[in-house]
């Protein structure tokens, strides 16, 4: 496997941490995703896209302060690299030209 | 506030690497929160969910350890490269470990099947043998017989007995079943409570019922098979010889190889067809409180009640005995120590081996010993195989490898080896299961359910190994600063010199002491084997009298048999030496010394009982064969004639006192060579000779020597003329040869084990001690290449070499000697015959050790030392 590639679940949650900047840690990624894509998914998925990325080199991440919610234990923030950056802006590319060629029938 | 359930988060932590636990858990607890909101339940199975699954290979502690997969990877690639790269020494050390794993197998199976005897039944802590203690002139004589009428009395008067019942062996007798007649010995007669209380599996029949009818049968699935084939057995009625008719009630498994009581087949107590059949003046006895015939066990509501039990029997005994008779102590053995401590108590159900918990002891040792022998030899030679890589791990450190990095390629190249041996030596072991059978007799039980039962152990050795061989590699070589690993290239630094020497005298020091300790331990059992019981054993047909009908008419019977031409002698004994049974004990004094009272064993022979039985006589005469002379005169033994002196006591006057107080006054003439009349373990005591007809104890068994080898005809000649004597009793016979058989059989079997087990720990220990040398040799290589090139030759280069390992060897018998000599001579304590400590097998064990090892270092070093040195020191 390329070490540069992005699976579809990692890219979406890549996309939260970009999104969420600075405030993006585990529960706030999972509560916007399933907002967004209308369907649950498990908290430990995110845990391993996230460790995955952060593996790639596509995420950073830091501890935040102790919170009373979580029992005292201090939340994982994560941002979004320069070469995350760039693996967006690749992915989104190769999509929208990929859909600019689509010629223009219906579909119906 | 609510808190999750702590098992989960437990289970979390013990999983979880440390540097994630802190994020996933924070997640898991803000998620808990949000949902408890809500539902505390709901929360709680929210959150055990989510730790499930949260327990991903990627979280996992072990992960943290091996870094990326990829790396993981490389510890196996590069681990079988560097193993391949010396094939020789991995199949020595595949070999070693495996051989010696499967032997420990082995041995555990056969421990493991002795530990588990009488462990199979549900009630088994609470079940007892009540033995009955009978006292002798000479201490107390504890047997296994009790009175018939012993369970039913327990039951009815004692209210810690939960329940109880009543066993005794059955007759061996020609059985009718189904048209066809066949000869059955393993049958038991045995109360109706008998399957409540055992737990012998019925495969047909309700545990309560099966016996509860008179005239009741159970066959085992084998008898029943053999006599009714496919048919069904139940309902069908079986002719039992002397017992009569019986009706098979029910079917059971056979009895599991692992049970103090064995049997095929099991009827209900009913004697009177027996009675009339067999002996008709013996029932009343037989079935009386006075008559001890049968086994009597109790099922107790509880163990601790054991105490009130002892104390309480006596008080029912005295009611059903009466005040006048003597009571007899009563004590009670565990179902469950039946097999290991009843030594010394007499009687058995049916044929059965006692268990030996020394030699028990003693094969755990040896299976200990062969796999510690066969994982340091591993160990000894990884580690100074891994000692030659200290250049790969400077290069792979210079390369940036971190050093749990370099710890882990050892280990997993360790672990792979472990694994693959122990694979091939459980494989091993499961094939050679069948030659064990073969060669002991002892079926082992392994199958599935026991390797997974072993698996816990089995992965933990393992693990174990595969620390122990990867350690010095590991956790040593690993810190080692990269700089200095680099620059020294050579193997040849002090620290790693002295660790060799260490490895291998440790070695040394191993196969020397087991070596030695083997030579001696067969030494001893060949001792024992061929040890002479003092009389001549071969073809001699021991034949118990049972009526008096037959011991009036003895001479009779002698000379009818001795008209037989294939029978060279008869003889009467009051008991025959090494039998079954123990002759009396008496009380000697001299005639003018009445104070002396030596206590002696008494038997009673004819005048040509020391000819018929090859007994030497060493002083004096023998009996001369004058009833009116030979009636007043004594052989001694040699030991009790010390007592009297040796040679002196010929002539001397005995007074002989037995139990009961009959008294018998006769003049010694002859001095016997000192005979084994118990066990060989034993030691021999003083023995009085008497004339058969004495006043002391009556004639109670005939001898027969026969000429040739015995045949059916002349049994049964033997047979047909005893019952023309003896009208009522079926002839008891045994051949003394399968006498003594029996009772040596678990020794002899043991014997056979020990002598495999030690051949295979010497060729683990000399494979060992052949790859240790031969790996240091190969390692000289480029030595060798110098020292050639400077004009050394090649008995030069082969005696440096051997000199080295020579002052090796010499340390190491220094440290082996004395640790085996302390350890052979604990073990032979025991022995009342033992060999004396020579020098000779430890002498013996150095100079092959030494020998060994010289012949390998010339075989390898002859190879180097013939290459062409530029081979040697072109490169490395």
């Known amino acids: ?108 | 506030m609510s808190h999750p359930p702590k098992w989960a988060l437990r289970l979390l932590r013990w999983f979880c690497r440390e540097d994630y636990l802190v994020e996933i858990e924070g997640d898991l607890f803000e998620l808990y929160y949000l949902r408890a909101k809500d539902s505390i339940r709901s929360a709680n199975l929210f959150f055990v969910w989510n730790v499930f699954r949260s327990f991903r290979p990627i979280n996992w502690k072990v992960m943290k350890a091996f870094g990326s997969p990829g790396m993981f990877r490389s510890y196996f690639k590069i681990g079988f490269r560097s193993l391949m790269k010396d094939p020789r020494f991995s199949l020595i050390n595949l070999v070693g470990l495996s051989v010696g794993l499967s032997i420990f197998l082995i041995i555990a199976l056969l421990v493991q099947h002795e530990l588990s005897f009488d462990q199979f039944h549900a009630k088994g802590e609470r079940i007892y043998q009540v033995i009955q203690v009978f006292e002798n002139a000479d201490g107390d004589d504890p047997e296994i017989f009790t009175s018939l009428k012993l369970s039913e009395a327990l039951r009815l008067d004692l209210p810690m007995v939960e329940n109880a019942v009543t066993i005794h062996g059955a007759a061996s007798t020609w059985v009718d079943a189904n048209g066809r007649k066949f000869f059955e010995e393993d049958g038991i007669v045995a109360g109706p409570q008998f399957f409540e209380i055992f737990d012998f599996e019925l495969l047909a029949g309700e545990k309560s019922q099966v016996l509860s009818e008179k005239r009741s049968i159970v066959l085992s699935e084998s008898l029943a098979q053999k006599f009714f084939d496919l048919e069904q057995p139940i309902g069908q009625e079986i002719d039992l010889g002397y017992y009569g008719r019986f009706t098979v009630s029910g079917l059971m498994k056979d009895t599991p190889a692992n049970s103090y009581i064995q049997f095929n087949f099991i009827i209900t107590q009913d004697y009177d067809i027996y009675f009339e059949n067999v002996a008709s003046w013996w029932p009343a006895w037989f079935q009386s409180w006075q008559g001890n015939p049968a086994a009597t066990y109790v099922l107790l509501d509880d163990p601790s009640s054991k105490d009130d039990f002892e104390l309480s029997i006596n008080n029912t005994l005295k009611k059903y005995l009466g005040d006048d008779q003597k009571i007899n102590r009563h004590y009670l053995l565990g179902l469950q120590d039946l097999h290991f401590n009843s030594h010394g108590i007499d009687g058995r159900v049916n044929e059965y081996v006692k268990g030996d918990s020394r030699q028990i002891q003693f094969l755990m040792g040896i299976a200990v010993v062969i796999l510690a022998m066969a994982c340091f030899n591993y160990i000894n030679i990884s580690t100074s195989r891994y000692i030659r890589r200290t250049r790969e791990v400077g290069i792979r450190k210079a390369m940036g490898a971190y050093n749990h990095q370099v710890t882990n390629q050892f280990l997993v190249e360790s672990f792979i080896m472990v694994l693959a041996s122990f694979s091939l030596g459980l494989l091993l072991a499961i094939i050679l299961t069948p030659y064990f059978h073969a060669l002991t007799g002892i079926d082992l039980d392994f199958n599935w359910i026991t390797v997974l039962k072993g698996a816990p152990l089995f992965i933990g050795a393992i693990v174990l190994v595969t620390l122990f061989a990867g350690f010095y590699p590991a956790f040593h070589l690993s810190r080692f600063p990269v700089v200095s690993v680099l620059k020294n290239l050579t193997i040849s630094s002090r620290g790693n010199g002295t660790i060799r020497k260490v490895l291998v005298t440790l070695q040394y020091v191993f196969v020397i002491s087991i070596l030695a300790a083997l030579i001696i331990v067969n030494k001893q059992y060949s001792f024992l084997g061929g040890r002479s019981l003092g009389f001549d054993t071969d073809k001699l047909l021991v034949i118990e009298i049972n009526s008096g009908a037959v011991r009036e008419n003895y001479i009779n019977l002698k000379n009818e048999l001795l008209q037989q031409a294939d029978i060279l002698n008869v003889t009467g004994l009051t008991r025959m030496i090494s039998g079954y049974r123990s002759s009396a004990t008496v009380n000697v004094h001299a005639v003018e010394e009445p104070m002396q009272n030596q206590s002696m064993r008494f038997y009673g022979m004819e005048a040509d009982g020391l000819s018929t039985l090859d007994i030497e006589l060493i002083e004096g005469s023998d009996f001369n064969g004058q009833t009116s002379l030979d009636s007043t005169s004594l052989i001694l033994n040699e030991t009790a004639a010390q007592q009297y002196g040796g040679h002196a006591a010929l002539g001397q006057f005995l007074k002989i006192e037995s139990a009961t107080g009959s008294v018998l006054q006769a003049k010694v003439v002859g001095i016997a060579k000192d005979f084994h009349y118990r066990s060989l373990h034993e030691p021999i005591g003083p023995v009085v000779i008497g004339y058969y007809l004495n006043p002391i104890e009556g004639l109670d068994d005939i001898v027969v020597r026969l000429k040739g080898a015995h045949t059916r005809e002349t049994l049964e000649i033997i047979e047909k003329i005893h019952n023309k004597y003896d009208t009522n009793d079926v002839m008891t016979w045994e051949f003394m040869d399968d006498m003594i058989q029996r009772a040596y059989e678990k020794e002899l079997i043991f014997h056979r084990i020990f002598i495999g087990a030690s051949v295979v720990s010497i060729v683990i220990a000399l494979l060992g001690v052949i790859g240790l040398a031969a790996y240091f040799v190969v390692s000289k290589s480029k030595e060798f290449g110098i020292r050639k090139v400077l004009g050394a030759s090649f008995a030069d280069i082969l005696l440096l070499q051997e000199k080295g390992f020579f002052m090796l060897i010499l340390l190491a018998s220094m440290i082996a000697i004395p640790l085996s000599w302390i350890l052979a001579d604990l073990w032979l304590v025991d022995y009342a015959y033992r060999v004396e400590l020579t020098a000779s097998p430890f002498f013996l064990a150095v100079l092959s050790v030494g020998m060994l090892t010289a012949f390998t270092i010339y075989l390898v070093g002859y190879r180097i030392a013939n290459e062409n040195p530029v081979n040697s020191l072109k490169y490395e």
């Open chain 1, 1 to 108: 496997m390329n070490d540069q590639s992005l699976g579809e679940f990692e890219e979406l949650v890549l996309l939260m941490v970009a999104a969420l900047h600075d405030e993006a840690y585990g529960v706030a990624i999972l509560q916007h995703l399933e907002e967004k894509l209308d369907r649950k998914i498990n908290i430990s998925a995110i845990h391993v896209a996230l460790k995955r990325l952060e593996n790639k080199g596509f995420v950073h991440s830091r501890f935040g302060g102790i919170t009373k919610d979580r029992g005292g234990r201090r939340k994982k923030f994560y941002v979004m690299t320069a070469a995350g950056k760039k693996v967006l802006d690749r992915q989104y590319a190769i999509r929208t030209s990929i859909y600019k060629d689509i010629p223009n029938i219906s579909f119906s």
